[in-house]
């Protein structure tokens, strides 16, 4: 066991283990819940893989910030797989729940101060309940994707039982009828797993399963929205989980909280180092007159994709800023070589970056909308900035995300499944020119209610006190197995 930061505990101190997926969103959203907590004067432990803390250190100021709180510490683990691997998910998962379950049971057996009193893990981490209770220390999951997706995932029983999935037949438009709440909306191509033909054999789909499962067997859960976005789905998931927390979007309530500290947000919880050329660019550039365009830490794209969206942002004549990253294609002829000429052939109103500090850009004036894959984190980046968007989704929440932004939220435009240089500039012109107001109207709406949701007295900041005092009362309990009076239906 690899201790950093460590510093001296409080004795009867409430102790939360913070667990997230080894990625960069749930990292970032975790951090930032861990800073929450360490404000609220709680004994916090932030779990993270050697890897990713090695890549945190490297690029941010995540020591110094949080050598600032001193009932806080890193603790690292190997997530089991060589340096040089290329961690792709599902093997990144199975391989870290091998070294994390021993970990875990291990660390949770610590009774000495500063014993932990509730583990906090990222939902997908299903096994970390079943050890919680096991232990008799209280579990609260944190599901790091959009809770639009989550309602989903919770209505697979259903879904199963009913025949919907696994899916027979190619035809991505019919509807999936039978999750409450989106009738009449969710097509099959909007599904996390859109093309789901065996639920046995889909890591995911079985994923999924697994963790929605573990949830009525929790504490509670946390949520990244705020009650005026998903409110209808909110009531949903809380008849599977009635102590469900929304403290979202933690990155304001992280905001407003600094600054009850008379403290300011600070610097970024980024993986790669981040390109501040992006800022001095769009400070050159007319408000509201540049789209931001990337697609996550994750998703990958083929090379005639980005051919087709470059030529259609090109030919929009709207300028742009891109974060290409190294390996956004697995194509070899997407290579450096091959992204400089790109960029060379539009320089004056094109600017391309590896990796970009996205919170800043998109709080700039100067950036008008966003063309993103639709991960949680970026969209909540988006409405808190109040920028409309284009959605490219790719894979999991990201689907269901997009048509919430599009058909439920109506603050963007979802592009679906058709990558097309045409249909491109026609979402780009009607995003940022033909019905700019329209959509700018709907999100700045949704801007102001995420801000008011985290201001003194919002729904939001009131959850996030409702958890901290939770977290205070729990003890460890006698070795049992927790029971939510809620069932999976
Ligand atoms: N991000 C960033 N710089 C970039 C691209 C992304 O800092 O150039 C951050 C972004 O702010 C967000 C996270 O990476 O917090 C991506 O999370 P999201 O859930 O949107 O997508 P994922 O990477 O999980 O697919």
Request: charged share 20%; net charge negative.
């Amino acid at each position: 066991m690899d201790y950093e930061n460590t510093a001296e505990a409080s004795e009867m101190s409430p102790h939360v283990l913070l667990f997230p997926l080894p990625i960069q969103s749930p990292i970032n959203s975790m951090l930032q819940l861990a800073e929450l907590f360490c404000l609220a004067g709680l004994q916090v432990t932030f779990l993270n893989t050697n890897h990713n803390q090695q890549l945190l250190c490297r690029h941010t100021d995540v020591q110094s910030r949080f050598s600032q709180y001193p009932k806080f510490r890193f603790l690292t683990i190997s997530d089991g797989l060589p340096e040089e691997h290329p961690r792709s998910f599902g093997e990144l998962i199975s391989s870290l729940q091998a070294v994390a379950e021993p970990f875990l049971r291990e660390v949770l057996l610590l009774t000495e101060e500063p014993a932990v009193t509730c583990v906090i893990p990222d939902a997908l981490f299903y096994y970390a309940v079943d050890i919680g209770n096991e232990m008799g220390v209280s579990v609260i999951p944190f599901d790091t994707i959009s809770p639009c997706c989550l309602w989903v995932y919770l209505s697979f029983p259903n879904l199963i039982q009913a025949g919907d999935i696994p899916f027979k037949g190619n035809e991505l438009d019919m509807l999936i009828e039978n999750v409450p709440g989106m009738k009449g909306l969710l097509r099959r191509r909007d599904f996390p797993f859109y093309r789901l033909t065996n639920c046995e054999t889909d890591l995911f789909c079985q994923l999924a399963l697994k963790e929605i499962h573990s949830i009525p067997r929790s504490h509670g859960l946390i949520l990244n929205t705020f009650e005026d976005l998903d409110g209808p789905l909110l009531s949903l998931i809380r008849s599977h989980c009635p102590q469900t927390y929304v403290v979202g979007p933690l990155q304001l309530q992280l905001k407003t909280r600094l600054a009850d500290h008379k403290r300011i947000m600070s610097s970024s919880n980024s993986l790669w180092e981040e390109d501040l050329s992006s800022i001095q660019w769009l400070d050159a550039q007319p408000i509201e007159s540049v789209i931001y365009v990337s697609f996550g830490s994750l998703a990958t794209l083929t090379k005639g994709e980005i051919l087709e969206f470059w030529h259609g942002l090109v030919n929009s004549g709207i300028r742009f800023l891109w974060v290409m990253r190294s390996n956004l294609s697995r194509e070899e002829e997407f290579n450096h070589q091959f992204v400089k000429e790109l960029a060379d052939g539009c320089k004056e109103r094109a600017y391309v970056v590896t990796w970009a500090p996205q919170e800043k850009v998109l709080a700039h004036p100067a950036i008008g909308g966003f063309l993103t894959h639709s991960g949680w984190n970026s969209t909540m980046e988006s409405i808190v900035q109040g920028k409309p968007m284009i959605c490219w989704a790719v894979y999991v929440d990201q689907r269901v995300t997009s048509r919430f932004v599009g058909e439920v939220w109506k603050i963007g435009l979802d592009m679906k499944d058709i990558c097309d240089r045409y249909i491109v500039e026609k979402e780009v012109k009607d995003l940022m020119v033909t019905n700019k107001d329209k959509f700018k109207k709907s999100v700045d709406k949704l801007s102001m209610l995420a801000k008011n949701s985290v201001g003194q007295g919002g729904p939001s900041y009131n959850a996030f006190q409702y958890l901290v005092d939770d977290i205070k009362k729990l003890g460890r309990r006698d070795k049992d197995i927790y029971i939510n009076p809620s069932s999976i239906g």
